[in-house]
């Protein structure tokens, strides 16, 4: 149980390190001190974690409808020809969009309920959402991302070994 709280803490850091970049780079996000940073980046992970899932589900209709749409119409429209190949980049492209969006209200939302941390508009919510996703992303990757726990089962009572398996 060593380190219980350590994912978290690493997420947080990140998060506010995002947070600071998007200050930086977007003309409409500001925040006043370390206190604000700390509660807008506590925060940010806090939705993250809980509501956003829950408006993703809620969504997925939303982008399986927009998805097939815009497949029926170039399946129509290209007439059998790339209509089949681009229904997977498309269904993908919605879900991204959509991905942002939410994560874009998620900041915006911030903004209106942490003192001292304002994000001004929908469009700087957007640009900083981009930052923030693109800066903890690099930063996952570089700190070392999820943990995997490795789990070795001992061969079957059968006496046939599959080999090892690994659960994730």
């Given at each position: 149980?060593?380190?219980?709280?350590?994912?978290?803490?690493?997420?947080?850091?990140?998060?506010?390190?995002?947070?600071?970049?998007?200050?930086?780079?977007?003309?409409?996000?500001?925040?006043?001190?370390?206190?604000?940073?700390?509660?807008?980046?506590?925060?940010?992970?806090?939705?993250?974690?809980?509501?956003?899932?829950?408006?993703?589900?809620?969504?997925?209709?939303?982008?399986l409808a927009v998805a097939g749409t815009v497949f029926l119409f170039?399946?129509?429209?290209?007439?059998?020809?790339?209509?089949?190949?681009?229904?997977?980049?498309?269904a993908a492209l919605a879900y991204a969009l959509l991905y942002l969006?939410?994560?874009?209200?998620?900041?915006?939302?911030?903004?209106?309920?942490?003192?001292?941390?304002?994000?001004?508009?929908?469009?700087?919510?957007?640009?900083?959402?981009?930052?923030?996703?693109c800066v903890s992303l690099l930063l996952g990757f570089a700190l070392?991302?999820?943990?995997?726990?490795?789990?070795?089962?001992?061969?079957?009572?059968?006496?046939?070994?599959?080999?090892?398996?690994?659960?994730?």
């Open positions: 149980m060593q380190g219980q709280g350590l994912p978290f803490v690493r997420r947080w850091v990140i998060a506010a390190i995002g947070v600071v970049a998007a200050a930086e780079i977007v003309h409409g996000i500001r925040f006043d001190g370390l206190v604000s940073l700390s509660l807008a980046s506590l925060l940010l992970g806090f939705l993250n974690a809980f509501i956003r899932p829950i408006l993703l589900v809620l969504s997925l209709p939303f982008v170039l399946k129509s429209f290209l007439q059998r020809t790339l209509g089949g190949l681009l229904s997977v980049p498309v969006v939410i994560n874009s209200l998620l900041l915006w939302s911030i903004g209106g309920m942490v003192p001292g941390f304002d994000v001004h508009g929908f469009g700087s919510s957007i640009r900083g959402a981009l930052v923030i996703g070392g991302g999820r943990d995997a726990v490795v789990i070795r089962r001992p061969p079957s009572p059968s006496g046939t070994d599959p080999g090892p398996v690994i659960d994730v």
